[in-house]
């Protein structure tokens, strides 16, 4: 059997010490080497900068061919590292992920490392396209990967140690396809939308300039490995580690946390909604807990060495909107009726 | 004037001791000159002595007794006087006869009973004469015959020729009307009144008309109130966290939500009157970043000391006064 290689050693030196400040150098590179290839995408971008940076998972949900999956090869080939992608199928089934087995040029039977483990601990993006095409099971697996970055396979631990997932999902389609589990949605980090653009000059050069035209060589042209992502994973307990979140502004996420659970009390009002029977569940305390991370990233992209609430009223809605959990009745609204919930929350809940 | 007539009725002989009724003393008013509505009185005086009394039930009641005529009031009292009972009974009459000419008319009589009206003394034997027997053992108030006068036109300046006013002004006033209690009816006019005042109260709260209204606020004229009541606490750290806490609230009022620093820039293009301050808000709330997220509080507070924010609240709160 052909054993995937694990547990390949680190060729970067990762004594040297971390620079905060170099390393935001480098990630605003980072942020105008995919903003070269996809355009009028700058929220997004910071968003999934954010999210590289927290060490975060992302669910990418929007239209068709908004650029979700150019978006995120963009961003594999700025990080650099092992980059796979699988798309989501109804038959794909777990252990497509893992193996796969074939005859070979000898008519003997073989077993392969799957996507997952084709580069051992190497990997640093796995794309997951399509996902709630997928059947549970799939999802399961992912679960775990994402959650533990580690799978099970021919009898061994396999850890990836750089592995980002990104996801994505198209909204348009119910038919054949399998809604994510609460469990695995509250996995993400962010969940962020991909809108078309609305700003004419990114849309006239979508349409009109030539090299948005072949994705491939697009992304081909640019800048590989911007950023050593190698070295992220201790980069992002420096950021953690240092950038400052004050009792204050402890106090003003725990209430926007209370707020969110319970909106009747903090004296939110949504149009046609009963209010008090809202919110069924969910804003899980892990879900806060990645507000923070995300929150501190964002402060640290934005040059300071403090968490200040602007930071997580930016991040806010793709950190948590996913998180929460309407009643039944309200679901079919839900896009409208968490924005407004979110709007509301931040406009009631005093900070400092 | 008035003169009476005393009748007496002498039922005993020369044994005084052995009587029943003693006697029947009427006194009678005069029997001439009444007109129609006038009144008189007849007072009757009966004495009886040893078992027999006056039947008072049996006296007349008063109400008209014919058309013409009505007793107004009998009144009786009784005494004891040496042994005998005597009776005071008081009649009195009111005439409603319209006389056209002189006329005369009769009260009629009537009886009065006794109770043992012919219980004898034990020393007495009981006449034997019918006649006698009937004046000793019953008596009777006898019959009044009146003279009725009729009413003439009387000419006035005959009788005062002093007066020369008209007859309405020697006559006498009318009777005065007595006044009907109506203290439960003030008492009910006030609840009204009180409820109706109370509910137009409501209403006006209600639909938020004056003194009801809202008046556009004025967050940051009541914010300079406060950091200056502060200031008077000294400058120590906690007043200093309150005077931001205060000027934040009052931004976050004005700008109808939470304003943050980086909302300074649409909060200046909302609200342009305070364009003018627009550095030092900008200094405000940076250095008020630094005090409440980082842990250099020490800095922020040389950065904006407390003066500053008071200034900066009171030029904020003379610009929103100029501007409303």
Redesign the interface.
């Known amino acids: 059997m052909n054993r995937p290689t694990l547990d390949r050693q680190s060729t970067a030196d990762m004594s040297e010490p971390i620079n905060l400040q170099a390393w935001r150098r480098d990630a605003h590179d980072f942020e105008r080497e995919i903003a070269r290839a996809v355009v009028g995408q700058e929220r997004a971008i910071r968003l999934l900068t954010v999210a590289v940076f927290a060490r975060g998972h992302v669910l990418l949900e929007g239209d068709v061919g908004v650029g979700k999956t150019t978006l995120l090869r963009a961003v594999a080939r700025a990080l650099g590292g092992a980059y796979e992608r699988i798309e989501g199928t109804i038959d794909l089934m777990p252990s497509d992920m893992i193996y796969h087995t074939f005859l070979n040029e000898d008519g003997k039977p073989r077993v392969d490392p799957g996507p997952v483990l084709r580069h051992g601990s190497d990997l640093s993006i796995f794309f997951f396209n399509e996902i709630n095409r997928a059947r549970p099971q799939v999802h399961s697996l992912l679960l775990r990967l994402m959650a533990e970055r580690s799978i099970t396979a021919f009898n061994q631990e396999h850890y990836f140690p750089n592995l980002l997932v990104f996801a994505d999902r198209n909204r348009i389609e119910r038919e054949e396809t399998f809604e994510l589990p609460a469990a695995a949605r509250d996995r993400f980090l962010m969940e962020v939308g991909i809108a078309t653009p609305t700003d004419s000059a990114a849309r006239r050069d979508l349409l009109f300039e030539t090299k948005f035209h072949d994705v491939d060589a697009l992304i081909s042209s640019l800048k590989e490995g911007v950023i050593d992502y190698r070295r992220i994973n201790a980069l992002a307990k420096v950021i953690q580690s240092t950038i400052?979140v004050?009792p204050?502004?402890e106090t003003y996420v725990l209430d926007l946390w209370t707020a969110i659970r319970e909106p009747a009390k903090a004296g939110i009002d949504i149009p046609n909604v009963d209010i008090t029977r809202l919110i069924a569940g969910g804003a899980s305390p892990r879900g806060m807990s990645y507000l923070i991370r995300a929150a501190r990233v964002q402060a640290w992209l934005s040059g300071r060495?403090?968490?200040?609430?602007?930071d997580i009223?930016e991040i806010f809605s793709e950190c948590m909107a996913h998180r929460i959990f309407l009643a039944p009745v309200y679901e079919l609204r839900r896009d409208d009726i968490i924005r407004s919930l979110i709007g509301g929350v931040?406009?009631?809940?005093?900070?400092? | 004037m008035r003169f009476f007539w005393m009748i007496v009725f002498v039922l005993i002989g020369i044994h005084p001791a052995s009587a029943a009724i003693d006697a029947v003393n009427i006194y009678e008013p005069r029997t001439f000159g009444y007109f129609i509505g006038d009144t008189l009185e007849r007072d009757v005086e009966v004495i009886t002595s040893g078992h027999t009394e006056l039947f008072t039930a049996a006296l007349p009641r008063p109400g008209p007794l014919t058309y013409w005529l009505d007793l107004v009031s009998i009144d009786h009292t009784e005494r004891e006087d040496n042994g005998r009972q005597i009776y005071d009974i008081k009649l009195k009459y009111q005439i409603f006869y319209s006389a056209i000419e002189a006329t005369e008319l009769d009260i009629p009589a009537f009886p009065l009973k006794f109770k043992n009206p012919t219980s004898v003394a034990p020393n007495e034997t009981a006449p034997s004469d019918p006649e006698e027997a009937a004046k000793k053992y019953a008596a009777s108030v006898p019959t009044l015959r009146l003279t009725m006068s009729p009413l003439r036109n009387l000419v006035l300046n005959d009788l005062m020729p002093e007066k020369t006013k008209e007859l309405s002004d020697v006559l006498r006033p009318n009777v005065q009307a007595h006044l009907i209690s109506i203290a439960s009816k003030q008492m009910k006019l006030t609840i009204a009144s009180l409820a109706l005042a109370g509910c137009g109260v409501f209403l006006l709260w209600h639909y938020a008309i004056w003194p009801f209204a809202k008046r556009a606020g004025r967050p940051f004229t009541q914010a300079d109130r406060r950091i200056r009541d502060l200031m008077r606490y000294g400058v120590a750290d906690g007043s200093y966290q309150d005077a931001?806490?205060v000027l934040?609230?009052a931004f976050?009022e004005t700008a109808?939500?939470?304003l943050?620093?980086?909302d300074t820039s649409v909060f200046m293009r909302k609200h342009p009157r305070f364009a003018v301050l627009a550095p030092r808000l900008e200094a405000f709330f940076e250095s008020?970043?630094?005090y409440?997220?980082?842990?250099d509080r020490r800095a922020a507070e040389d950065r904006f000391p407390f003066e500053s924010v008071r200034k900066l609240a009171d030029d904020l709160a003379r610009e929103e006064r100029s501007s409303a």
């Open positions: 400052v004050s204050v502004l060495d403090m968490v200040v609430p602007e009223r931040f406009a009631k809940v005093p900070a400092p | 931001l806490l934040h609230r976050d109808g939500h939470r943050f620093a980086q008020s970043r630094l409440f997220f980082s842990d």
